[in-house]
C-alpha cells in the first residue's frame, strides 16, 4: 500500500479564533484530519508528523527548513510521498528552500494549504489537502509521478521554486509565472509529464546550511545615494538581490554604477531579478542594463525573488566563494532557471 507521511508546520489550514476571537492562530494536526474523514478512503496509508507549536509561515526560519528537510530525509525510504501543510504567505520560500535542500529527490514532495480554515463553511482546505495526498501517492509504471518539490493549490500543481503568492484574497492563491503548470485536478488528474522535474543525480542527499548575510535591495525612481550605499557597505553582506525595472534595468547614474561595481570588486555576488511579476531579465538588452552586465552583477534570468533569495543564502550556506556562488546562480539545479 503506498504510504504519505503528512507534516503540518501551521498555517490558515488549521487555524481557529484566539481567545478574545480577534485573530486567527494556529492548532493542531488532529484538528484538521477530523475535517477530512474522507482520508481514510483513500488507498493510502497515511502518517503525520507535526511541529510542536505550529507556526503562522511569517515566522518562518531556515531552521524550520532544516526540520523539514530532516523529517523528510529520515524517512525518505520509508514514505512513498510527503505532503507539507504550510501557511500560504512564505509557502513559496519553503518550497524554493526544499527544493534546493532535497537534491535527487525521486519522491513526491507537495506543499499546501489554505485560503481559509479547514472549520470554516467555505474552506478551501478539504479539497487541497485531499487532493495534495492523491496527487501524492500518483504511481506510474511503480514509479512516483511527481518526484520533486511542488505546490498544489486550488486544482493546480507547480513546480514548487516556480511559485509566488499572488493573492491575499482568492482561493487561487498561487502562479506560476515562468513555468507551466505541472497538474490540473478537474473530474481526473491531468498531468503535464513532459514538464515534471527529473533528476541527473544517482543518490538522494540531504543538503542542509543557509547564510542569511544576504540582502534584497528593490530599485525605485528617486532612489537614495546614501542608502544604497549604506546597505552595500555592510561588511557582513556576502549577496544581493537587486530587485531592477523590466528585463532588467536600472539607472545609469555614475554614483549607481560605481557602488554596484566596487560591491562586487569586494567580492559581492549581485543577483538581477526582474520587478515583473511575469518574464525575464536579459542584461544589455537596453543600456539601462549594459552597466550592470559590465560592473559584474549577474543574471537571475527568469527566477522568481523567492527562488533567488532561498538559492543565494543555500548557496552561501555551503561554500563562501564568490566565484563558486556565481556560477551556480546561473546554473538550473531544480529547474528554478530557464536557460536560454
Ligand atoms: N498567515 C498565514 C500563514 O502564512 C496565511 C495562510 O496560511 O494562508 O501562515
Redesign the pocket.
Known sequence: MTSILIIYT????G?VESEDQKT?V?FNLDYILSYVPELNKLDVKLDSYSFERP??????HPNHWTQIANVISDRYAEYDGFVIL??????AFTASALSFMLEGLRKPVILT???LPIGMIRTDARENLITAVQIASQKLDEEPVVQEVAVYFEDMLYRGNRTKKLS?EAFE?FFSPNYPVLAQAGVSLNFNHAELWSTDKDDFRLIDGFNNQVVVLTLFPGISSELVRAVLSNKELKGIVLMTFGAGNGPTDKWFLDIIENAIARGLVIVNVTQCAMGQVEQGKYETSAGLLKAGVISGADMTFEAAITKLMFLFGQNEDPNWVKEQMVTNLRGELSIS
Do not use: C, Y
Not at 10 to 13: A, V
Open positions: 501551521g498555517g490558515t489550514i487555524m486567527l494556529p507556526i503562522d509561515s511569517s515566522n518562518i504550510h501557511g500560504s504567505d512564505t509557502l494549504g489554505s485560503q491575499t492563491a
